[in-house]
């Protein structure tokens, strides 16, 4: 055979050398194939539904969450889109919580309606009774975030989702602040859990990929089928990556909930701040349903500044030096912003009475980060 040819075939590996401690990295679109009949019996065809680090990682994920079965997407947004186009079709209603990822919230107003299906959003704050009024006969899935986003409102889960069931409605949690360690919705009766990733389980800021798991056998079929017909896909660099940050969750997590508890407590005590929202801490909205349903907390919290100017505000933030000011979370570094602009979106905005800010307390010594705390909130003051 001409070289051309030799090079193109030679260095194939049928075997790998040594077991390593994680998967080999299989960068393939192509699949070789055993035999003719295997091309159309069923067998893995294309890279696209992924290869051994995907693989590896989906069995990861269903030992964290509970789960029979578990679908990768390439961010968290995805994980929730896939999701609830999986169990919906036209004419069906879908309630949503008020307080939901504000980019799945425009999903659903710009998308789902498009394609014919009615979405209401609720009160976070409805008990099981209330919510499940609100419901129809066309109703098919509920969306849950618990604690809700920014403004960290909880969730009877367990007492929404038997609710649910006893009406044939599904339940969708998005359980990104327990990252599957700290909460377990499957556990507690929920149909489909969904979390990004690219937080606290990727958790160095620098991979998008979001999951769902389910223990239904013909949800995880769905779930499937919709990655197939929509296409989605998961690099296997990228899997690995996220496998590899699944090995520390546990240790990181724990920091980050400890660390985010002490900077809790010590803005309560300070008088620039109205309230702190951090389901974790007595006296908190939602302690109660934190303390009997959940093993630790996150880093992540809201916190509530007595009135002040949008000026104010962001003086604030331009004064904090080991705050970096950005929108994701999970990462192991500290993060801040203003959430006000995003309430606007909302149904049922709470008022605060004041401000509403956002952190995310990553690795550094609790000391520092209460101290750039306090000289902005000095500017603030001033």
Known sequence: MDEETRLIHAGHVDKLPARTVSPPIQRGSTVLLPDAKALYDGTLGYGRAGLSAQFALMEALCELEGAKGVQLYPSGLAAMTAAIMAVLKTGDHLLVVDSVYRPVRYFCDKV?????VAVNYY???????GLLALANPATKLIVLESPGSLSFEMQDVAAIASAARTRGILTLVDNTWGAGRLFKPLAHGADISVQALTKYVCGHSDVFMGSAAVNDPKLAAALKASIQDHGWAVSGEDAYQALRGLRTLATRLDRHGESGLAVARWLAGQPEVLAVLHPALPGAPGHDLWARDYSGACGLFGFVLQPGTPAKVEAFLDALELFGLGFSWGGFESLAIS?????????MAPDFGG???RLHVGLEAVDDLT???RRALDVYSS
């Open 112 to 116: 789902l309606r498009r394609f014919g």
């Open 123 to 129: 009160d976070p704050n409805l008990d099981a009774g």
């Open 339 to 347: 959430c006000d602009p995003q309430l606007t979106s909302r149904a």
């Open 355 to 357: 401000p509403l800010m």
């Open 371 to 373: 101290a750039d705390l």
